[in-house]
């Protein structure tokens, strides 16, 4: 499908700017009330609903929440029953988490008629689902639009990174379409389904369990830069009415439950509220570095995160590395050798990335554990030491990070994967010993 086809295929979306910030939208006027949340009877004969994000009681700086306004209130659906998870796997995860090095290429194609929930594949992640902490890494390779149901995630909020192919999301707050280059983030509990206006798809998705994402503080930054606010984009009201039996599957504690509506439960006519989902086009990320010598560590690079109790230390993080120029002087430009009490999981959604010449490709992945040593590849270490210093621009690649506290153990399908390398520890052999006494 060329570009002309997927203008086409993707309506003209009007959204919400801003994040964190109180937003209000209504697809039919009036459909909101003034002045108070839950009327003795809401406008219109909708049901007002309460979407919490965050414990009624939590601060005011950190309370997320929604009031929808809609055809049918969410309760109206029978009893859920268990179904399978196909190749979703959840924290508590038992595999042993492993020091080595990993790496991954691209999922295989999907089979025919895979959606995005059914194209779900989980690497690995930490923490517990249930205790609200940790993440899970999951990936997706899709061929088929979701029709007649929808799906959320009650164990924790998404993070979805495209990779091949764009998404359009019709969630209840509206519709979000986030092409490769964008992220989308679907709050915890909040129904959704993706479409696939190229008729095909492929990312990355970080599930979190912790507290909602939020920008990073800046610091001695000062009041701009990095993610800008306004660039985050939520939806307005979009609705549907039509009474067509709807499959709702919620992931609950690890697993996945189904129940069948007579109506899209996509019906909310209005709705207000900081609780949202959300678009963000990576390549309006403000990048910063050094003008001078060195390489800041890759912190600099946050775009969200996700804090956990202790100040500084986050529950996972994610950073992108967009195009950006490099000036140092006397500095090795790459990112340099290191050991992190962090653990790294990174993708790539385009192009190349400047530690490694080549085998981390568009679509695949690497795991770096906590301690687990890493950095530049051979090829790259012995280009950047030898290159000339000129101010150079890197503009050839989109990769990411999902930085998280705690070791992310692999899962047994993710370890046995023919699509792991075998051999991912070879491009650190050969680094030739220079020192002269
Ligand atoms: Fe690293």
């Given at each position: 499908m060329n570009g002309e086809q997927v203008r086409r295929t993707v309506p003209e979306l009007t959204h919400s700017p801003g994040f964190g910030n109180e937003h209000s939208s209504e697809a039919v006027a009036g459909a909101l009330p003034i002045g108070r949340n839950s009327p003795q009877r809401a406008p219109l004969g909708l049901y007002?609903?309460?979407l919490s994000g965050t414990a009624f009681t939590e601060p005011r700086a950190h309370n997320r929440r929604s009031w929808l306004y809609r055809i049918h209130p969410s309760a109206a659906h029978p009893a859920f029953t268990r179904i399978p998870s196909g190749r979703l796997r959840s924290a508590p995860f038992h595999e042993v988490a492993d020091p080595n090095r990993l790496r991954w290429n691209p999922l295989p194609e999907p089979a025919p008629g895979t959606d995005f929930l059914d194209g779900l594949w989980t690497l690995g992640g930490n923490g517990d689902a249930s205790r609200r902490t940790g993440s899970a890494i999951h990936l997706y390779a899709a061929d088929a639009s979701m029709t007649d149901r929808v799906f959320s995630d009650s164990d924790g909020e998404l993070l979805i990174v495209p990779e091949r192919g764009s998404l359009l999301l019709h969630t209840e707050f509206g519709r979000l379409h986030a092409p490769p280059g964008h992220i989308a983030l679907i709050p915890r509990?909040?129904?959704f389904r993706a479409e696939l206006p190229e008729g095909t798809a492929r990312g990355y998705v970080l599930e979190n369990y912790g507290r909602p994402f939020v920008l990073p503080d800046l610091g001695p930054i000062g009041a701009n830069g990095l993610a800008a606010p306004r660039d985050f984009l939520a939806p307005t009201a979009t609705y549907e009415e039509e009474d067509r039996e709807t499959e709702v599957?919620?992931?609950f504690c690890g697993n996945l439950w189904s129940a069948r509506c007579t109506h899209s439960p996509l019906d909310v006519v209005a709705w207000h509220g900081n609780l949202v989902p959300y678009v963000y086009d990576l390549r309006r990320f403000n990048v910063l570095g050094s003008i001078s010598y060195d390489h800041p560590d890759p912190s600099i690079f946050t775009v969200l995160?996700?804090?956990?109790?202790?100040p500084g230390l986050a529950n996972v993080d994610f950073v992108v590395f967009a195009p950006r120029w490099l000036v140092g002087e006397d500095t090795f430009r790459p990112p340099y050798f290191h050991r992190n009490v962090m653990s790294e999981y990174m993708g790539l959604v385009e192009g190349a990335y400047d530690a490694k010449a080549e085998g981390f490709v568009p679509g695949g992945g690497s795991l770096h554990n906590m301690m687990s040593a890493h950095g530049p590849d051979?090829?790259?270490?012995?280009?950047a030491s030898a290159a000339e210093l000129a101010?150079?621009?890197?503009?050839?690649?989109l990769a990411f990070m999902f930085e998280t506290r705690w070791p992310v153990a692999a899962t047994e399908q993710a370890m046995s994967a023919d699509h792991r390398q075998q051999s991912y520890d070879?491009?650190?052999q050969g680094l030739q010993r220079h020192f002269r006494s």
């Open positions: 007002a609903e309460q509990g909040v129904r599957v919620s992931k995160t996700s804090p956990s109790d202790t051979r090829e790259t270490f012995d280009r101010p150079a621009k890197i503009d050839d690649g070879d491009v650190w």
